[in-house]
T-cell receptor, first 111, second 113 residues
Framework: RKEVEQDPGPFNVPEGATVAFNCTYS??????FFWYRQDCRKEPKLLMS???SGNEDGRFTAQLNRASQYISLLIRDSKLSDSATYLC????????????FGSGTKLNVKP | DADVTQTPRNRITKTGKRIMLECSQT?????MYWYRQDPGLGLRLIYY???????NKGEISDGYSVSRQAQAKFSLSLESAIPNQTALYFC????????????FGPGTRLTVL
């Protein structure tokens, strides 16, 4: 079983739509969680960390559900520039900062 | 200037050749990583280093070796390249805190013919 699993998509949505992605992780010992954004053939870049209480950054909201072992990313009022692949990343302390990446969810925002 | 740089950015080589990919960082981080990315597989960890004297294998280290020449430099070598090592390679760094995230270089696109 993969450490981190994501729906690969693509999610095709119109501008202005709200879209949500989920990601599940297999190890309950996982300690920290992140969403990264990756544009085509570019390096992944941190979008936001995910905190236990949930957190929001502008149009983006991240949630963590430890009981069900999933994290989510909600994007409101989608922009064309949000088109990218979104990677879910999990870190486990006892593995000394080894990061586990999902294979990504592709989002296409269309005019 | 970029915090994490990789050279070369693109490389085409032939089967059996030795290739070295280089990574440098100015973030002052102790921890450095090498990943490869293949379509549909996400990023997979090849090697990681938590300081100059500490080198560890990742999930797919066979066919690769690394050298940590200094805190700022971490090189990946393919001793005898084969076509299934064709991929996008990323170097990354992180600080040592649990909540510290990773910073990636721009990637090296390697094609082995």
């Amino acid at each position: 079983r993969k450490e981190v699993e994501q729906d690969p998509g693509p999610f095709n949505v119109p501008e202005g739509a709200t879209v949500a992605f989920n990601c599940t992780y297999s190890n309950s010992a996982s300690q920290s969680f992140f969403w990264y954004r990756q544009d085509c053939r570019k390096e992944p870049k941190l979008l936001m960390s995910v905190y236990s209480s949930g957190n929001e950054d502008g149009r983006f909201t991240a949630q963590l559900n430890r009981a069900s072992q999933y994290i989510s990313l909600l994007i409101r009022d989608s922009k064309l520039s949000d088109s990218a692949t979104y990677l879910c990343v999990v870190n486990r302390e006892y593995n000394f900062n080894k990061f586990y990446f999902g294979s990504g969810t592709k989002l296409n925002v269309k005019p | 200037d970029a915090d994490v740089t990789q050279t070369p950015r693109n490389r085409i080589t032939k089967t059996g050749k030795r290739i070295m990919l280089e990574c440098s960082q100015t973030k002052g981080h102790d921890r450095m990583y090498w990943y490869r990315q293949d379509p549909g597989l996400g990023l997979r960890l090849i090697y990681y280093s938590f300081d100059v004297k500490d080198i560890n294998k990742g999930e797919i280290s066979d066919g690769y070796s690394v050298s940590r020449q200094a805190q700022a430099k971490f090189s990946l070598s393919l001793e005898s390249a084969i076509p299934n090592q064709t991929a996008l390679y990323f170097c990354a760094t992180s600080d040592s805190g649990l909540l510290d995230t990773q910073y990636f270089g721009p990637g090296t696109r390697l094609t082995v013919l």
